[in-house]
């Protein structure tokens, strides 16, 4: 029991760790003081970490997705403790389990992924790749991640401004961000060569079902609009997380 709360304690400091940058890092693009987004005023840590969780000079309260992080991540940190993956150990997979939600929650609130966020990435995804695979395979797998998404960057870039000259309008943004090429780059560092290709496979597909899905959302509550841009990171983190986490229930699926 002791043991469990300790493990669910250290999942509620991975979620508040998320929160933290998900919260500092698009607006101030530094690591600063907590505050808030209302009305920039710095906020104590106790008031920030714990209660009232309320701002002291407007009164605006923090969003739910302060709850909702904390509370996925205090269940994926006991999951991860309970049934840590025989290609992992716990510390690898729980420091995994922080920079994905980092990239997740900015990329879903922003579309954004941020460079320092990416740097940070490379680096830990060389150790942890080279941890699990060597050097060669890593290296390898990190440069086929980037250079494959690059290649799909540069053909939907070119896509969109064709349909924007045809339709005489504004580009307001290309259908990948280089952003998600840096973070293919970083993810074919954790999982190498040739596990990247399967974890762009699932990307892919967990992509096209969540848009079709959003699609004919849209469609049925007459809100559609063609080429609207959906963050794709969450989609490239779940299918490198389906292979980190569940790589031996993959494999039992889809062996003879």
């Not at 049934?83 to 920079?99: A, R």
Request: with cysteine; proline share 4%.
């Amino acid at each position: 029991m002791l043991a469990t709360i300790m493990v669910a304690l250290l999942g509620w400091g991975a979620g508040a760790l998320v929160n933290y940058f998900s919260d500092v890092l698009p607006y101030k693009r530094a690591i600063v003081r907590p505050f808030c987004h209302n009305c920039d005023t710095a906020q104590s840590m106790q008031n920030y970490l714990l209660w009232p969780r309320r701002c002291d000079h407007c009164g605006r309260r923090r969003a739910w997705r302060t709850w909702f992080v904390e509370v996925i991540f205090i269940g994926a940190t006991i999951w991860l403790w309970q049934s840590t993956p025989p290609n992992l150990n716990f510390t690898l997979g729980y420091l995994l389990l922080i920079y994905f939600g980092i990239v997740v929650v900015i990329d879903l609130e922003h579309r954004l992924i941020m460079h320092p966020v990416s740097i940070f990435g490379a680096a830990l995804g060389l150790g942890v790749g080279t941890w699990l695979h060597g050097f060669t395979a890593t290296f390898l797998g990190g440069a086929a991640g980037f250079g494959i998404m690059f290649g799909l960057y540069m053909l939907g870039s070119l896509f969109a401004r064709g349909i924007s000259r045809l339709r005489g309008e504004t580009l307001d943004e290309d259908a990948l961000g280089f952003g998600d090429v840096n973070l293919t780059g970083i993810l074919g560092l954790i999982l190498g060569w040739p596990g990247i290709t399967m974890g762009l496979v699932f990307a892919i597909l967990l992509g096209g079902l969540v848009s079709g899905i959003y699609m004919l959302a849209m469609l049925l509550t007459r809100r559609f609009k063609a080429f609207t841009a959906i963050p794709y990171g969450p989609f490239l983190v779940a299918g490198a997380m389906l292979l980190i986490y569940f790589r031996a229930s993959i494999l039992e699926l889809l062996g003879p």
